[in-house]
Each structure stands twice: as structure tokens, then as C-alpha cells.
């Protein structure tokens, strides 16, 4: 037991530890104990075995002759024998029941023990198998389990991985790295070892809770014995109590005869339970010093244990960090390898973006739009296709470019097309204002409703076309607000200067005027603005007088038609209404003002005022009536 203990202490402390220095001595001394105490224990088993077989037949006769002694003693005392004849009958009956009882419990423990000890000895077996290889051979073993275990892990996830990351240079970094493959090997170590070490201290927590058992059941046995031993005494004074008594006299020899033998059979059989009590007690103080040795060995062994287990902890989350992405060796792997050649495909795409930008707005000029008359026209149809194109460029220049540089970064951009592709089906659904709005884009610029500059009405908002993309038009309208239409909302587009523009003026003039004479006058007035250097550029044809378009309360509505260029009509409206004025001024004409005229007839004012006069006066009011 001694060696049991010392060298398991020392296997147990150099397998937590890692400490293999020349520990061949204490194994063997180990091993040794351990076969001494399975040993030891198989002949307490044999022992208790043959115990079972001889104690078997004795608690039969007794109990036989304990019913012939039960029956005798009933008889006699239905035929109301004296006390001291039934005296030797109760001695006998007192004894064989107690000595049954000690049998019964004594063979109930005994079969417990023996269940105890089979699970012990199976235990303490396997103790020695286990350090019989070895702790370097256990370790080995342990190691190569857990690599194989870790291999099918990795396999059975790289089957099952759906995240589309399948860049095979993804570990080449940790391959060629030694500090991992160092660590990963440290670690695969350590946890055989704990594995070990675990596994020594369940044996301990085994044999500690089987020696608890046994040492309850050998504490239950030495302490009946002991009750019992001091029972018999009792027993033993009072019967030579009452044979005192009756030496006193000459009557009742065959009663002090059977006392006297009685007497004899209790010593003899107290000596023997007294030697079965110190044998009990030798058990008891066999296993406490056992358990007490084993928990000696358990509690720096799970301190230990445990120790050894953050220490993993810790070496585990090391490593993962080490090949986690942001690892500093795997930033510098990527860096080194796949650094240059992000940096080129961006400079690539950068570039490639900028030359068709450039491309675009040196071409679109080149084309000749024969379908405009002036410059402005063709520039502002120039600045909204190039704003068009620019924007599918760039959508198109930047899902080219995303999808090519997640493919350096190791992601299989076919798994992540393929899985795009069924969630933008899902979406298509509930984003099919987004699809009309790009497609109602495009018929936009395609048809050319609108430009860039023109001055249109949308949804019943004005404004000039600050911007226009293939999904919204961007007005702003003359207080300076911007708004944003999406183009699949449009329904009608109120284009104020789409090829050309007109100018619609009407000229109020008084009844009392010469009307011929006011029209001649505002048709020299606009045939003038025409010949002028300065606004006669934006003037398209001759200016058409459509003569008297109305008789309005208080005017003469007389209208004439002005077609300018695009957008001009405000300008020249503007300029023609100023000249007119002025000119009107000058010949006199009037311009009227609203007014009402009112007739009356002279009869029905003098019936009015005859009435007033028929009236009676009113009286005076005076003070207090």
C-alpha cells in the first residue's frame, strides 16, 4: 500500500506535469503495489468465500436447533414448569438467538462485501493495465486517438461547409508556419495528458468510493461484533451471579451442571467474537489508512488537473487566434501573396472606370444629333446620356470589381452567384417598383422625353432637370428645393422646352380704343424685337397676330403667337410685354383697368325721390319724454 501510494503520487504528478525524468524505478514500485493490494484483496475474497461456504451449514443446524429449543421452551411454560427448570431453557433459547442474529447480519455483510471486493479487485485491474503500458505509451495512444478524432472532425466539416470559402491557399500560411505547427503539436500533448491524468484521478474517485463502502460495511461488522462480545458478558455475570446462588444450596444440581456448561460454551464462543472483533477492527484500520492515502494522492491531483486544464484553455484560444484571419502572420501571408495582386486588379478597374468616363465624354460630342437646331439643345442631350452612362458604368464597373476581389479573397464567388440568384428571385417580388423605376429609365433617355436643363412638370411639380439617372429625376424647382422622382411614379411629363417654345401673349385694350390701330401697334412692337441684335437670336419665325380673341368686362383681348427657342419664351414674353408698354405710352392708347359701369333710367329716379318727400317727418325727441 505504501508503494501504491508513493508511486502513484509520482506517475500522477509526472503525467500532469510532463515530467518523464527517470521515473522507471517508481514505476515498477507502483506496479508492485498495486499487485500486492489485488493480491491481498482476492484472498480476503477467497477468505470470505470460504467464510460463505462454512457459515452456510452452522446457521442451519442452529437455526434447526433453535426451533426445538422455541418449541420446548412454549411447552414448558404452558404446563407452568417452576422458574428454575425452565432456567437452562432460556439460557439456551437467548443464545442461539442471538448468535443467529449475529450469523444473519454477518452473512448479509459478507455478501455485500464480496460484491464490494469483485468490483475492486475488477478496478484496481485496470489500474495496473493502464500503467503497465506506460505514461509515455499512454500518452502516445491518446494523441493519436485525438488526431484521428480532429482529422474526421475536419473532414466531416469541409464536406458539410456551405460558406462558399474555398481559396485552397487559405492554410498555406499555417502550413509553413512553425510556431502553429509547434503549438498545434503542444497542444495535442497536453491534452493527452490531461486525458491521462483525468483519467488516474477517475480511478482514484472509484476506489475511494468503493473503499467507502467497505469501510462502512467493516465498521458495521466490528461494531455488532463489539455489542454482541459486551451483550454475552453481561450475560456471562448473571449466569454466574445465579450460580452462586444456587451453591449455596444442595437442590438443583443438574440446573448449576447445565449452568456451568453454558457458562463454558459463552466464553468459548466470546473469545472466538472477540478475535473476529479484532480482526474487524484491523480491516477498518486497513481500509481508513487505505482511503486516507488515496485522498492524500486525489487532492494535489485535481488541483493539478484543473490547472492543467485552463493551461489548455488558454493554448487552445492562442492557437485559434494564430489562425484566425487576423492573425499577424496570416495579415503578412496575404499581404506578401495576395497584396499585389488586389492592388493591381483595383488600379486595373480604377482605371478602366476613369478611361470609359473619359471615353464617353470625349464621343458623345463626336455624334452629330442633326434632330437639334441650336447648341444648347445637343448639350444638354450630350450631359444626359453621359450622366446615364455613367451611372450604368459605375454599377457595372462595381459588381465586376466586388466580385472579382472576393474571389482573391477566397470565397467562391459561383456559390455565392448561385445563392444571389435565388435571393434576388425572392426579392424581385417585393422590389418591383425598383425594376419598373430602372426600366421606366431607361425608355426615358432612350425616347428623350427630357434633358438635363429643361424645365419640365412632373406629378404636378416644376422645376429644372438638375439630374437625371437611370432610376429618378432629380428636379429643382424655383424656390430652390430639390425633388427626387423615381421614374416608375412618372404618369405624365410636361416638357416646357422640348424643341421649341412659344410665347401665347395676351394684349388688353379699352373698348373706347381704335382697335386696328393697337393691333398694328403690338405687331410692329414684336416685328421689332425680332430684328433685334440682342433677343432676335432666340426668335424662330416671324411673330403671327391672331387678331381680337375676346371681348373680356372692361378690355379688348387681343392675342398674338411668338415661337422662340427652348426655354427663351419667358425671356422674350418678358422683353414684349416692356416694349409694348412703353409703346403704348407713346400713341396714347390705354391700357384698362377693370371697372363696372352702371345705367339707370330717369323715371325710376323720380318715382324714387317722390316717395322719399311723401314721407312724414320725424319727430324731434325732447329731454325725459
Known sequence: MVFYVCS?????????????????????EFLIGVSQIIEKDKDRLRNLHEDSITLEPLFQRLTARFYEVDAVRDSLREQS???????????QWQRLRDILDFLLDRKRTMALQRKILEHKITKEQEVFDFFMKGEV???LEATLRKGWQESVEEENSAQSDSSGVTNP???????????IVEMEREVQVLEARFEVSKKTWMFLEQLLALNQDDLFLAKSLAKKSSELLVKWRSHMTSMQNELDSLSATDSATAVRDEIRKS???????AARMKNRGIKDSLLVSDIDVRMTRLKGIQSPLTKKVRDAG?????????????????????????????????????LMFLAIYLGLRWLIKAALPKFRFKRYKTIEEQQERIETLSRAFRSGLTIVILVVAVLTLLSEFGINV????????????????????????????????SENQYRVGNVVNINNVSGVVEDITLRMTILRDIEGTAHFIPHGEIKIVSNLGYMWSQVALEVKIGYTENVDKAMAVVMDVAKGLQADTVFGRYIISAPELLGVDSFADSCLIVKILVKTHPLKQWLIKRELLRRIKNRFDEEGIEIPLPYQRIYYTPDATDNFNEKINDEPPLKENKPGT
Request: hydrophobic share 45%; no cysteine.
Open 8 to 28: 502513484g503520487q509520482t506517475i500522477s504528478e509526472a503525467i500532469v506535469t510532463g515530467d518523464t525524468s527517470d521515473h522507471r524505478q517508481s514505476d515498477v
Open 81 to 91: 414448569t417452576p422458574q428454575n427448570q425452565t432456567t437452562i431453557i432460556d439460557y
Open 263 to 269: 457458562l463454558n460454551q459463552m466464553a468459548l464462543m
Open 414 to 445: 459561383s456559390v455565392l452567384l448561385g445563392g444571389a440568384a435565388v435571393f434576388s428571385l425572392a426579392i424581385a417580388f417585393g422590389a418591383q417598383s425598383l425594376i419598373k423605376d430602372y426600366f421606366s429609365g431607361l425608355m426615358i433617355i
Open 310 to 346: 485552463e493551461n489548455i484553455e488558454k493554448k487552445k484560444r492562442r492557437l485559434k487566434f494564430m489562425k484566425s484571419p487576423l492573425a499577424p502572420h496570416r495579415i503578412l501571408f496575404f499581404v506578401v501573396n495576395n497584396g499585389p495582386r488586389i492592388g493591381f486588379l483595383i
Open 169 to 179: 491557399k487559405q492554410n498555406e500560411a499555417d502550413e509553413f508556419n512553425w510556431s
Open 137 to 139: 505509451f499512454a500518452i
